[in-house]
Structure formats: structure tokens, C-alpha cells
Nanobody, 120 residues
């Protein structure tokens, strides 16, 4: 069993900052790419940012220059630093990770989601 546990969401005013964390635990051999997605009410889930095990990153145009993804491989943890938050960033943020478990199986896992609300 592999679990992803997110933390760090909350309510913030426009222009403010938040940092999300997501820790993977369980029967892990290695963690491949990790990423953050978000889903606003009535909209499809979208990729916010991703990072490979080697540290290469990718992010959506809407967050470039404001959000930074990073990871700590020793802790199997991924972070999302969000600056200059806008009301349109309001959504449930989900962590995703590609995990090789101790049995050699590769699966994609999701966290439970954390709410980010940006007030204007």
C-alpha cells in the first residue's frame, strides 16, 4: 500500500502565499515523477506543475512565475510554493506520484486533495 498525504491548503487573500506539501509513504521502492493538479468547481482537473526524480520541472502557463514545484527525494515529498495568488487559483489541489513499490509494480497514486481558497 502506498499513500499520499497532502497538507498546507487554506484561505488566503489575493496576493498572498501558501505552500503545499505531499508526502508519499508505504511500500515504496522509488518515486518517479510527482505533480500537482487542481480542480475548480465545474471544471476539469488540470496539471499545475510536475517534477521528475531528477528535478526537471514543468508548469502550466497560468502559474509560471508565481508557483514553484520542488521535491525532497529522501523524504518522498513534493512541495508547491504558491506566490501572488489570484482568486482564479481557488480549487482543490491534488498531489500525484508515479511509484514503484517493493514488489516492482508501477502505479499512479493520488492524494485526498487540499482546498485552496483565494479571496479577492
Amino acid at each position: 500500500q502506498v499513500h499520499l498525504v497532502e497538507s498546507g491548503g487554506g484561505l488566503v487573500q489575493a496576493g498572498g502565499s501558501l505552500r503545499l506539501s505531499c508526502a508519499a509513504s508505504g511500500s515504496i521502492f522509488s518515486v518517479n515523477a510527482m505533480g500537482w493538479y487542481r480542480q475548480a468547481p465545474g471544471k476539469q482537473r488540470e496539471l499545475v506543475a510536475s517534477i521528475t526524480s531528477g528535478g526537471s520541472t514543468n508548469s502550466a502557463d497560468s502559474v509560471k512565475g508565481r508557483f514553484t514545484i520542488s521535491r525532497d527525494n529522501a523524504k518522498n515529498t513534493v512541495y508547491l510554493r504558491m506566490n501572488s495568488l489570484k482568486p482564479e487559483d481557488t480549487a482543490v489541489y491534488y498531489c500525484n506520484a508515479g511509484v514503484v513499490d517493493v514488489y516492482g509494480l508501477i502505479n499512479s497514486y493520488w492524494g485526498q486533495g487540499t482546498q485552496v481558497t483565494v479571496s479577492s
